[in-house]
């Protein structure tokens, strides 16, 4: 199956802007779409498709994509925002239908 | 509102059987594809298995093919996998969501809140 990789770990100081970035041949292909895990907490859809936010997402989360790379913005970080983000897109390998990123932690200092 | 309840988790020996379930309610659950997805102690989200909205397209991970099966009843907006010949490494949350999109573009929403599955001797 293809692979989505993130950078383990990320903060970022209270107010300010961060990315966290998801690479993986998949990318070339399909939309990432982004989830948000707090401890103890089942995922939460936060970006979807080119950049769409479900409803009750603030708009401080973006997203966007080139080639191989696909990219979350936290613009203005806020303390709630400290949590593991996930990205996941379907499986160009074709063996498996879907993959998730390896998460990244996000520390909001 | 729409909601998503796993049932059926639980301590099993390793070889062992166990069957979740995944209860649906507020929204039209025979129009949706819907997943399995799992998380290890500490560890990331892994998708398990799909299955499309008629039953028609069935999809595994490699970890799980042969030992697993997803299966869904429409008139009871239910969601079930039955696994079998379990590992220790099967230990894990049990997430369904439902899943939505395009070709290009897919995405899971909502999730429920998880089961844990833990396999120990």
């Known amino acids: 199956s293809s692979e989505l990789t993130q950078d383990p770990a990320v903060s970022v100081a209270l107010g300010q802007t961060v990315r966290i970035t998801c690479q993986g041949d998949s990318l070339r292909s399909y939309y990432a779409s982004w989830y948000q895990q707090k401890p103890g907490q089942a995922p939460v859809l936060v970006i979807y498709g080119k950049n769409n936010r479900p409803s009750g997402i603030p708009d401080r989360f973006s997203g966007s994509s080139s080639g191989n790379t696909a990219s979350l913005t936290i613009t203005g970080a806020q303390a709630e925002d400290e949590a593991d983000y996930y990205c996941n897109s379907r499986d160009s390998s074709g063996n498996h239908l879907y993959v998730f990123g390896t998460g990244t932690k996000v520390t909001v200092l | 509102e729409v909601q998503l309840v796993e049932s059926g988790g639980g301590l099993v020996k390793p070889g062992g059987s166990l069957r979740l379930s995944c209860a649906a309610s507020g929204f039209t659950f025979s129009s949706y594809s819907m997943n399995w997805v799992r998380q290890a102690p500490g560890k990331g989200l892994e998708w398990v298995s799909s299955i499309s909205s008629s039953s028609s397209y069935i999809y595994y991970a490699d970890s799980v093919k042969g030992r697993f099966t997803i299966s869904r009843d429409n008139a009871k907006n239910s969601l079930y996998l039955q696994m079998n010949s379990l590992r220790a490494e099967d230990t894990a949350v049990y997430y369904c969501?439902?899943?939505?999109?395009?070709?290009?573009?897919?995405?899971?929403?909502?999730w429920g809140q998880g089961t844990l599955v833990t396999v120990s001797s």
């Open positions: 969501a439902r899943s939505e999109g395009d070709y290009h573009s897919n995405w899971f929403d909502p």
